[in-house]
């Protein structure tokens, strides 16, 4: 009895030890740590776009804002400017002179010479100075369409870059109501021309541009802005005005900031599916 009783205890407590073992196997096999799963990157919300305003003498407008006033409207004098023997000639009416052109691919461009005139070609896209330039002055003579077609910004709409950036408008702007930032002789959506002083619809108009270039640290910042002062058919519109930033469209009340660029760039004339005319356009390199 004695011995059988001695079995039945050594095998419980076999049992027993057995178990113990098992459980802390299992409960260390629990606790191990696991690998943290891979972190999900999500992408970037895009964001939204704003409306900017500006403060200015008659009030804080939105940008393309057509409530703002517009410039009193007046008559120019007669007459457009000729070339000075310090400038170089970009264009002279003349098929050849095409050659100091391209479109923005350097590729010939689509636009067509008439009689002394280039004329934009919808869906050509923008035409540019093989030649960069820039501080500047600049002579350019256009025309709107003669054919009265569209309004506000559908009506004889192109424009004037400087450095390849910054856009001086060209637009039918005789009695063609649009917001004032965007008008014809607009610094485009930075600067209102002292004065409406368009021609009609197919006459010759000249633009004086005095241009000097905004400056960039090695960062990228802005260490002096661009200024522009504009003659419209001999009249003054942009009175050395301070640019605050780019010219550039990103929805109807923004538009872009200054971006680093090179010392020069090429000056640009734009395709914007009306066929404006362009001659006589020359330029003299000032100093910064």
Request: proline share 7%.
């Amino acid at each position: 009895m004695s011995r059988t009783l001695l079995v039945v205890v050594s095998i419980c407590m076999v049992a027993m030890i057995a178990g113990c073992a098992t459980d802390k196997a299992s409960k260390a096999e629990t606790t191990k740590v696991q690998p943290a799963a891979a972190a999900k990157t999500e992408p970037a919300a895009e964001p939204k776009p704003t409306v900017q305003y500006v403060d200015t003498p008659t009030g804080r407008w939105m940008v393309h804002d057509e409530s703002r006033p517009a410039p009193p409207i007046i008559t120019p004098g007669a007459g457009c400017g000729e070339r000075p023997s310090d400038a170089t000639m970009l264009f002279d009416g003349t098929q050849a002179s095409m050659a100091n052109w391209t479109d923005t691919k350097k590729e010939p461009s689509k636009w067509v010479v008439g009689d002394g005139y280039m004329e934009s070609v919808k869906g050509a896209g923008y035409i540019q100075t093989k030649q960069e330039f820039g501080s500047c002055q600049l002579h350019v003579e256009f025309a709107t369409p003669s054919k009265v077609q569209g309004t506000s910004q559908g009506r004889g709409n192109s424009g004037v870059f400087l450095h390849g950036q910054y856009e001086i408008q060209v637009l039918d702007s005789y009695d063609n109501k649009t917001y004032p930032d965007g008008q014809c002789a607009a610094l485009y959506g930075r600067a209102v021309p002292l004065v409406n002083v368009c021609r009609k619809p197919g006459e010759w108009q000249s633009y004086d541009i005095v241009y000097h270039r905004p400056l960039f640290d090695k960062d990228g910042k802005v260490t002096r802005k661009a200024t522009f002062t504009v003659f419209q058919n001999g009249v003054l519109v942009q009175d050395h005005v301070v640019l605050e930033g780019g010219t550039g469209w990103i929805n109807a009340h923004t538009i872009t900031d200054y971006k680093p660029h090179g010392d020069k760039g090429p000056i640009q004339l734009q395709d914007h599916g009306n066929p404006v005319r362009y001659r006589n356009i020359w330029v003299r390199e000032l100093k910064d």
